[in-house]
């Protein structure tokens, strides 16, 4: 089973309101990484850390920011959300700084602003 | 942007046939890995292939890398229904992976 949760797995939230979008996971990985998918579209990196405290922006800008005060848990938050930012939002681990092993995946958040 | 490349974007089979997809990228690299994401939900590491190897097996998948062409093939042997999903290549960029546009694989009973 997975070992990285993202809640909730499906929102519907109204245009202007502002959201989180939680990650954590139980492996104690020190990097972690926030992706956009569009249905059937590859996937594309928007946040990153590699540890507490540390937080980039991916190659897609997005609106949202993050937060990584917990190596645990590394939230995606949207301030103000509107219907350009309905999506899914994975969440990933990796053990190593290196993009050399395999990620973990959590099961995502599908986020539809109306 | 994207740094691999699937082909084809969508197959469809019989259960029992083997599938085969391809992945072209652009940069050089020292791995390639591959991953399925059932519908809906995240992506599943299914393998990784280092730059100084040539094919690797695991259970019924085998995947190839050609680093003079850039590309690399995923084979499913033996399909079944539960296969039904679509996967993806990745390359590492900048310490991070970067992931093709996927195929979406659909296996017929």
């Known amino acids: 089973e997975a070992d990285i949760y993202q809640t909730p797995r499906y929102l519907v939230i109204g245009t202007g309101k502002k959201i989180t979008l939680e990650c954590s996971q139980t492996?104690?990985?020190?990097?972690m990484y926030w992706y956009q998918q569009d249905p059937g579209m590859e996937l594309h990196l928007i946040h990153y850390?590699?540890?507490?405290?540390?937080?980039e922006k991916g190659d897609l800008s997005s609106e949202s920011t993050v937060s990584r005060i917990r190596t645990e848990h590394f939230p995606l938050t949207l301030e103000s959300a509107r219907p350009s930012h309905t999506s899914q939002y994975l969440c990933?681990?990796?053990?190593?700084?290196?993009?050399?092993?395999?990620?973990?995946f959590g099961s995502g958040t599908r986020l539809t602003v109306v | 942007s994207q740094q691999g490349e699937e082909d084809p974007q969508a197959l469809s089979i019989q259960e029992g046939e083997n599938a085969t997809m391809n992945c072209s990228y652009k940069?050089?690299?020292?791995?390639l890995q591959w991953y399925r994401q059932n519908s809906g939900r995240g992506l599943v590491h299914l393998i990784l292939?280092?730059?100084?190897?040539r094919e690797k097996h695991s259970g019924r998948l085998r995947v190839t890398l050609d680093t003079s062409k850039k590309s690399s093939s995923l084979l499913i042997t033996a399909s079944r229904a539960a296969d039904t999903a679509s996967y993806f290549c990745?390359?590492?960029?900048?310490?991070?992976?970067?992931f093709g546009q996927g195929t979406r694989l659909t296996i017929n009973p």
């Open positions: 940069t050089s690299i020292n791995n």
């Open positions: 292939i280092r730059s100084n190897e």
């Open positions: 492996m104690g990985h020190d990097k």
């Open positions: 990745a390359t590492p960029r900048a310490q991070k992976l970067v």
């Open positions: 850390s590699y540890g507490v405290n540390s937080t």
């Open positions: 990933a681990s990796s053990e190593y700084v290196s993009a050399n092993y395999g990620y973990t």
